[in-house]
Antibody, heavy 119, light 109 residues
Framework: EVQLVESGGDVVQPGGSLRLSCVASGFTFNTHYMHWVRQVPGKGLLWISRINTDGSNIFYADSVRGRFTMSRDNAKNTLYLQMNSLRVEDTAVYYC????????????WGQGTLVTVSS | QAVVTQEPSLTVSPGGTVTLTCDSSTGPVTSDHYCFWFQQKPGQVPRTLIYDTNNKHSWAPARFSGSLLGGKAALTLSGAQPEDEADYYCMLSYSGVRVFGGGTKLTVL
C-alpha cells in the first residue's frame, strides 16, 4: 500500500521556523519527483515547491522562495520542507505529493500536516 | 509570478455538459504549460484527473476530458453525475514553477 505520511506541523510564532517531514512507503521513492502543496482549510490549493529524483533541481513558488527549503533523503524515503521566517499567511495544511509527470503516471498524496503561525 | 484564473463556480444539470476553463495572465495556455486538473471533494485530498493537458489518469471516468480551447486550458465533463460535484483546480507549469488556479466549485443540480 502506498503511503505518504507528513509530520512536523505545529503552532509557531511569526518569524519562527519549522521542519516538515514526509515519509514514503509502498513505491520506489527515489524514482519520483515530489511536490509540496498547501491549503488553508476551506480555501484553494497553493503549490509550494518541487524536487527532482536526486534533489539536484528544485523549484519554489515566489511566495516562499528564500524562506523555504525543500530536500529529500532517498536512503530514508523521506521528503523535507524547512520553513524559516514564517508568516501568519503561511498557516495551512501542508501536503506532500507525487503527481504524474517526468515519466510517471502515479498520483500519491499524503493526508497533510497543519502548520499554524500565530502570536 | 503568473496568475491562473478559473470560474469560481459553475452549475450543471445531471446528464448535462459543462466546460471549466483555466486562463493564464501571461498569455495563451499552450501544451508547454503541461496543464493539470485536480478534483477535490470535501474532507478529501486532491487527486489528479488530467495531466499534460489531455492525459486522463487511470481512475478518471471517461466523461472527463482535457483540451486547449481559445487560448485557455479546458476541462469538459460530458454527462455529469451527482458524484462529480466537487472543487476542481487547474495547475499550470511556468518553466518548472507551478501555479494553481483559484478553483471552480462545480454543483450538479
Amino acid at each position: 500500500e502506498v503511503q505518504l505520511v507528513e509530520s512536523g506541523g505545529d503552532v509557531v510564532q511569526p518569524g519562527g521556523s519549522l521542519r516538515l517531514s514526509c515519509v514514503a512507503s509502498g513505491f520506489t521513492f527515489n524514482t519520483h519527483y515530489m511536490h509540496w502543496v498547501r491549503q488553508v482549510p476551506g480555501k484553494g490549493l497553493l503549490w509550494i515547491s518541487r524536487i527532482n529524483t536526486d534533489g539536484s533541481n528544485i523549484f519554489y513558488a515566489d511566495s516562499v522562495r528564500g524562506r523555504f527549503t525543500m530536500s529529500r533523503d532517498n536512503a530514508k524515503n523521506t521528503l523535507y520542507l524547512q520553513m524559516n521566517s514564517l508568516r501568519v499567511e503561511d498557516t495551512a495544511v501542508y501536503y506532500c505529493a507525487s503527481i504524474p509527470g517526468y515519466g510517471s503516471g502515479d498520483d500519491y498524496w499524503g493526508q497533510g500536516t497543519l502548520v499554524t503561525v500565530s502570536s | 509570478q503568473a496568475v491562473v484564473t478559473q470560474e469560481p463556480s459553475l452549475t450543471v444539470s445531471p446528464g448535462g455538459t459543462v466546460t471549466l476553463t483555466c486562463d493564464s495572465s501571461t498569455g495563451p495556455v499552450t501544451s508547454d504549460h503541461y496543464c493539470f486538473w485536480f478534483q477535490q471533494k470535501p474532507g478529501q485530498v486532491p487527486r489528479t484527473l488530467i495531466y499534460d493537458t489531455n492525459n486522463k489518469h487511470s481512475w478518471a471516468p471517461a466523461r472527463f476530458s482535457g483540451s486547449l480551447l481559445g487560448g485557455k486550458a479546458a476541462l469538459t465533463l460530458s454527462g455529469a453525475q451527482p458524484e462529480d460535484e466537487a472543487d476542481y483546480y487547474c495547475m499550470l507549469s511556468y518553466s518548472g514553477v507551478r501555479v494553481f488556479g483559484g478553483g471552480t466549485k462545480l454543483t450538479v443540480l
